[in-house]
């Protein structure tokens, strides 16, 4: 198969819960794949093992061809694999431009590019910050900023490694009808221009059917239906609509 | 005369108390989430206490016990009530904060009594079994921590335990079905303390009292209670009595300091093998 | 463009600078620049915690390990085995390098109050082996070690408290000036980041793990470089070196001048090392006198006195730069 990211037959239990029975989901190159489903399904867990945080008990993580199971976060973050988190946990001690400097400084884009620190880091720093809409708050310290900045601030750091793949924890939680469009916007610029392939999760359908191409829906730990965003509102239970927020970005048992 | 086993008896009964110690520094983890470093002062307190009681001619260990309790109670509230609840969500600050206030006492008593080491009477022997001495100190320490641990037990698996229960699993439902986490709070640090300082009190006779004695218990009880959990109260008994067992018969077989130097060395095994297992156990996940 | 967090050296450092380099001019007598000696290496010592307490925000409270490793090795390499004490210091500071990789690659894992706990038990250790650890000297039967302590060599003939106090002068300086480097190079930055957000760093891509370990062989580095001078200066080592007292010390001294800031706990050492030890205090009411200035600033001035200067600043920055916000 020619899938950019592949989680194969995930497992994972918490003591004696079972959050994951053994999923299987498949990102390709430059798709926009959502992960629907609703409280205590398992996505943030999901979206922890993808992305590295959390070590699955079984199954194995696929990218580009590559098996990444027992790559670290950080060390997948600078192999590609980026992601923002559901709650934004900003460095209280530092700036919006210190922030994204962090992770510019720790990927290897940014490292290649940049031999030396010369202009080229600066012009990539500034042009992260303009291109996420964080340039006139570069001096802010990045804990003052309002809901949808830090969110904004998630994409800047997320995008500073030129990820391939991005996977969106709740992007539009809590968040403004403005802001949420403004975001929205961000992620359509970023897929149509550096072919990013996404991974999208959240419990809110609209969402899901106005940017995915395909949309994976779990329950209880499985796949309990994949297809067309279109469709999805046929399967959907009208329990799962409108939910609150998930505990947050650890998944506890 | 068997001296090992002698050294074994009075390890079981030192063991106990040690493990009401631990079960107070498990309270204050679980309900307060704190890992509290000044838990050593208050055994040290209790330990004082005694001395000062017998040194006036009151050398009656139910009387140091209760006096302890008191003492104890008030310093252990006051210093919540001042201290830790308003710096509990900064680590660095409970963690400094709490060290400096067993150095604060540390200092305090050696101001008051002088850096040497003091004793108090054993206390006659109760009864003399296979040539092993069984003494008033480890009889009483051991029954006074048994009632104890035993209360705490029936508490936490009653209706009025609930509170202390529910605090320790999330605040703010317990916050928002209207109970007064802050007061809970005081008073379990300041029932934690007190507690600390009867097994100080108990243990006075059989140790010597000098102002950094409380180290060794704090240690003891730090390794319990990251292995260990607050609601399971026997087996932080079980473990406390091993430990005691432990650090008696190292100080018996090679020299008293051996005894802290390997409690340091379990505690430090432990957190480098089991750091997993300590984040469950741990205070907060966002630490 | 640059961080603005370490802008500039604070005119303050320069101007007392320029005092304590005159200041034995003034006619000091011997016992006063001895102390001010020994303050000058206690800043460094603050300093060097804050490196990894405050900037890489791993608490150690063990510290004293590393400033102990440092004049063990140096007492232990110039009266036992007779090496020259350049050389000694060389192998004290490797030694010292050594113990913080140790602490470092054990405690990385780790997370806030558990870090403390193992650096505490690791200090606490190391101070309890060698309180018990007795070594004998070469010639004669009599022992060395423990709170008696054992003596270092120097074997420099023109060594003065003048001398000593310069020297420690010149040293707290360079120190200081590495200290800031590291606090304002990229790897600073990176160590600020996750002693903020361990998830968000390593979102980043920080190898934390690494960065904590780096961080404590930095802060060891320099810390042993404070115990060999130390060595030098008071001429033997004895079991204190490693005490939870001294670690204690250390992060007395970052929390009441600001953790994080490097200038504020060197200038606080400055400050009150000399105070109180000038000033004839006995050993425990000194110590007391610690722990109550810690309780009250941790309790009223969480930041410290420079955390909270440098919030105030940047409080008045962003007021300033509302306009071209949002």
Sequence with gaps: MSDLLLADRITKSFGTNRVLRGVTIGIGRGEVVGLFGPNGSGKTTLANIITGLTRPDKGRILFEGKDVTGMSMDARFRAGIARTFQIPDPYPSLTVVESVRVALLCSEAGRKETEGKGPGFQENLDSLLVRTGLFAQRFWPA????????????????????????????????????????????????????DISFLLISHNPLILEELCDRVVAIEDGRVFWEGKPGDLAKYVPTSHHAHGDEGGNHEGG | MNPLAQVLVDGIFTGASYALMAAGLALILGVVKVVNLSHGAFFTLGAYVAYVLESRGLGNPLAAVLMAAVIAFAFGVFLCKSFINPVRSHPFSVAVGSLGFAILFEQAAQMLW???????????????????????????????????????????????????????????????????????????????SSVAAIAGALLAPAATITPTMGRVPLILSLIVVIASGMEKVWNIFFLAVGLGLLS???AYLFAPHWSYVLLLAVICLLLVFRPKGLAAAGPARDY | MKPPRFGKIPGVLVAGAGILLLLPLAG???????????????????????????LAGQISLGHALFFGTATYSCALLTSLLGWPFPLAAGAALLLSTAAGAAVG??????????????????????????????????????????????????????????IAYYAALAFLLLCTWIMLRIARSETGLIWTALSGSELSARASGVDIRRHKRLAFVAAAALAGAAGVGFAACVGRATADDFSL???????????????????????????????????????????????????????????GVAGTLRERARARRMAGRKGDGR
């Design chain 1, 143 to 194: 804990a003052k900023l309002s809901q949808g900045c830090l969110r904004r601030l998630e994409f800047a750091r997320a995008i500073s490694c030129r990820p391939k793949f991005i996977l969106l924890d709740e992007v539009s939680s809590a968040l403004s009808a403005r802001d949420e469009a403004e975001l929205v916007a961000l992620m359509r610029s970023l897929h149509r221009e550096e």
């Design chain 2, 114 to 192: 002088g850096p040497h080491t003091l004793s108090i009477d054993l206390g006659a022997p109760v009864a003399v079994v296979d040539g092993v001495t069984l003494r008033r100190w480890g009889v009483i320490s051991f029954l006074v921590s048994l009632g104890l641990l035993g209360g705490l037990s029936l508490l936490l698996s009653r209706p009025w335990g609930l509170p202390l229960k529910l605090i320790a699993e999330d605040e703010e439902i317990a916050g928002s079905v209207g109970m007064d986490v802050e007061k809970i709070r005081y008073l379990t640090f300041g029932a934690a």
């Design chain 2, 248 to 250: 008696n018969v190292s």
């Design chain 3, 28 to 54: 000091l007598d011997v016992f006063l620049l001895d102390v001010l000696t020994i303050g000058f290496l206690t800043a460094v010592y603050a300093g060097s915690w804050d490196i990894v307490g405050g």
């Design chain 3, 105 to 162: 690659t054990l405690s990385a894992p780790l997370k806030g109050p558990f870090v403390a706990l193992l650096t505490l038990a690791l200090g606490e250790a190391a101070h309890e082996f060698f309180l018990g650890q007795t070594f004998f000297s070469p010639r004669g039967a009599y022992s060395w070690g423990g709170e008696g302590g054992i003596p270092v060599l120097l074997g420099i003939p023109w060594f003065s408290p003048w």
């Design chain 3, 245 to 303: 007292e001294l670690s204690f010390q250390a992060a007395t001294f970052a929390a009441v001048g600001g953790r994080g800031t490097i200038v504020g706990p060197i200038l606080a050492a400055l400050l009150f090392y000399p105070l109180l030890q000038g000033t004839g205090i006995p050993p425990a009411g000194r110590v007391l006198l610690y722990a109550l200035v810690l309780l009250f600033t941790l309790r009223f001035f969480p930041a």
